[in-house]
């Protein structure tokens, strides 16, 4: 019998066969203080109540749950209801993470907070929520990276975070993953290391899950004011895993309610340049965790390919990769192009525009409407805003400002 939502992960942070702890021996007490702290604060109802009230006033939570009627009736299919992340406080909805796990640094006694950011969406959530809470914050960030992604590396800094650019490897997002463990290791008595998406070692999945559960919780009571009854579809993008695990789980036991994560097939499957874990990787270790992997034919990590930033990782959440084997959601990928239909489809028909990464979604759950009788209901998680692409977009639709 398949397990009930309550009962994942098991005490050594097994998600069936996925997820676990595979770090140095020496970050093994680290992790078991913050299992403890995050048992212990997750109980608590003084830091519920705080999370709660920072959501609402600092982040603008809930956020709404919209009804795309355009949208819809140019599929002429199934109702689509976007859960709109895009509007909350900086953008995305990475801020609901990192202000649970700040708070939960706060809580332990930590005030030096080290990070890693790919493209500096997760970067610029921890520099924000940093400020606001009065932390020391540090960004590793790849050095390719800081040259790509200026304006963010300048907003962490505008933010009171201090960027450390790492020079080492491909100087990318798993060379700033190497150097904030090495980090964390090594200060591990004050500091804090606040990871990003349902990815790492126990307990980051478990508590990333958590913290962006609030998405799902909303979802859930929005749905059921509207129309009476829970949605068909739940339909996400994912990169780590983290918006689509925050939606999905709170219906983890309603087995009626199907989930769909879209991954990005960047050039497409068979080119190999692509980021789809999940679609086309196979098992193995990564960042602490066992879970779908894209390695070569070594077993080495393989370079990945997406137009969105934030899905452009070589891993997922072990979480994923459980839902996966079990049945209990379905992975599918779009490419590069088909997203970018996806972000023209949403700007024009309302007027709404949605970063490269939630597009994928958006394609994907648009397609999906069409396929269906009007009377299903698909909510669609739109996991951020996307003035952050303009300059991506305008290049690859060759349209000038
Ligand atoms: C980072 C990011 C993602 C991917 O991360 P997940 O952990 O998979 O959610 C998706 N959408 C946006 C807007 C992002 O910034």
């Not at 913050?34 to 048992?39: K, R, V």
């Not at 609901?96 to 640094?105: D, E, K, S, T």
């Not at 590396?153 to 190497?178: C, F, Q, Y």
């Amino acid at each position: 019998m398949e397990a009930k939502s309550s009962q994942l992960p098991d005490s050594r942070g097994y998600f069936g066969q996925f997820g676990g702890t595979f770090v140095p021996e020496r970050l093994m007490p680290a992790l078991d203080e913050l299992e403890q702290a995050f048992n212990q604060a997750s109980a608590d109802s003084d830091f519920q109540r705080e999370f709660q009230e920072l959501c609402r006033n600092y982040i603008g939570r809930p956020t709404p749950l919209y009804p795309a009627q355009r949208l819809a009736a140019r599929m002429d299919g199934a109702a689509i209801l976007l859960k709109r992340e895009d509007l909350a406080h900086t953008g995305a909805h990475k801020i609901n993470n990192a202000l649970g796990q700040g708070l939960l640094a706060k809580r332990m006694g930590k005030n030096r907070i080290v990070a890693e950011t790919g493209a500096g969406q997760h970067g610029v959530a921890v520099a924000t929520v940093c400020a606001m809470l009065g932390l020391n914050c540090i960004i590793y960030m790849g050095e390719e990276d800081v040259r790509r992604q200026a304006t963010n590396a300048l907003r962490m800094k505008l933010l009171g975070a201090e960027v450390r650019p790492v020079a080492s490897g491909s100087r990318t997002l798993k060379d700033a993953i190497n150097e904030t463990i090495r980090d964390w290791v090594t200060n591990v008595r004050d500091t804090y290391y606040l990871l990003g998406s349902v990815v790492g070692p126990h307990p980051y999945p478990t508590m990333v899950r958590h913290f962006q559960s609030v998405i799902g919780q909303e979802t859930r009571e929005q749905v059921t004011a509207m129309y009476h009854r829970l949605p068909d579809y739940l339909v996400a993008c994912v990169g780590g895993g983290s918006n689509a695990m925050g939606l999905f789980h709170p219906f983890f036991d309603d087995r009626d309610v199907k989930f769909i994560g879209v991954e990005a097939a960047g050039k497409g499957l068979d080119t190999g340049k692509h980021a789809a874990s999940l679609s086309a990787g196979r098992v193995g270790v990564l960042h602490g965790a066992r879970s779908y992997l894209l390695q070569d034919s070594h077993g080495q990590i393989a370079e990945t390919l997406s137009i969105a930033a934030g899905l452009d990782y070589p891993g997922v959440g072990p979480e994923h990769s459980y839902y996966k084997e079990t049945g209990r959601a379905t992975y599918m990928a779009v490419t590069d192009s088909q997203a970018l239909e996806g972000f023209k489809l949403l700007c024009q028909t309302e007027g709404i525009i949605p970063a490269l990464e939630s597009s994928h979604a958006i394609y994907y759950a648009a397609r999906l409407a069409a396929s269906l009788p009007r009377e299903q209901i698909i909510v669609v998680n739109l996991s951020g805003r996307g003035d952050k692409d303009l300059d991506i977009v305008s290049r690859a639709l060759e349209m000038k400002p």
